[in-house]
């Protein structure tokens, strides 16, 4: 069955970097792209950007624009977020999920800012 | 960027009550829209894509209508395990944005 199996929790003070991996099984990793979306305390689902596997195509929100690295490894099936810069805002669980209509995702990655 | 403003913000409904949530878009985006369900603690789970296809494994209680600007999320029957909250996201152009979510509650 199509599984997305994410990194674990992380603590990470203000303006360092965090990298959240995103392991695919169950299916042909290049066929679907991969969405990254965040959840902050409390609040809604926030959408931070797309990477179709197959030809290394990305869009991600203007607000990441500057921050964000999405990446991917396809020898291992593994997608990666990258976020810079980090403020204590950007806490929050952080979520892959699969292809256009999000169909299934990852079990959310805890990134903690705080100094 | 588009907007998704979904109605209500929350609801309280009782087990057996047929339940409705609004999705509206700020400009079309034809049928690309998708629907979550999420309850405390967990990762979303998806419902429905392209505005009224049901994902594999999902109940026929739920169902999804609309084109355009103007969507709706039908539990025709709520159960105890319906009790969550509800995300509509379009996908027609970046960046994909969501609504800000209804949390449906036990009356």
């Given at each position: 069955q199509v599984q997305l199996v994410q990194s674990g929790a992380e603590v990470k003070k203000p303006g360092a970097s965090v990298k959240v991996s995103c392991k695919a099984s169950?299916?042909?990793?290049?066929t679907y792209g991969i969405n990254w979306v965040r959840q902050a305390p409390g609040q809604g689902l926030e959408w931070m950007g797309w990477i179709?596997?197959?030809?290394d195509e990305k869009h991600s929100a203007p607000k990441f624009q500057d921050r964000l690295t999405m990446s991917t490894d396809t020898l291992t099936s593994t997608a990666y977020m990258d976020l810079r810069s980090l403020r204590s805002d950007d806490t929050a669980v952080y979520y892959c999920a699969r292809g256009f209509t999000g169909d299934s995702w990852g079990q959310g990655t805890l990134v903690t800012v705080s100094s | 960027d588009i907007q998704m403003t979904q109605s209500p913000s929350s609801l309280s409904a009782s087990v057996g009550d047929r339940v409705t949530i609004t999705c509206r878009a700020s400009q079309g985006i034809r049928n690309y829209l998708a629907w979550f369900q999420q309850k405390p603690g967990k990762a979303p789970k998806s419902l429905i894509?392209?505005?009224s296809n049901l994902q594999s494994?999902?109940?026929?209680?739920f169902s999804g209508s609309g084109s355009g600007t103007d969507f709706t999320l039908t539990i025709s029957s709520l159960q105890p395990e319906d009790f969550a909250t509800y995300y509509c996201q379009q996908y027609h152009t970046f960046p994909w944005t969501f609504g800000q979510g209804t949390k449906v509650e036990i009356k």
């Open positions: 169950g299916y042909t990793f290049k179709r596997i197959y030809n | 894509y392209a505005a494994g999902v109940p026929s209680k």
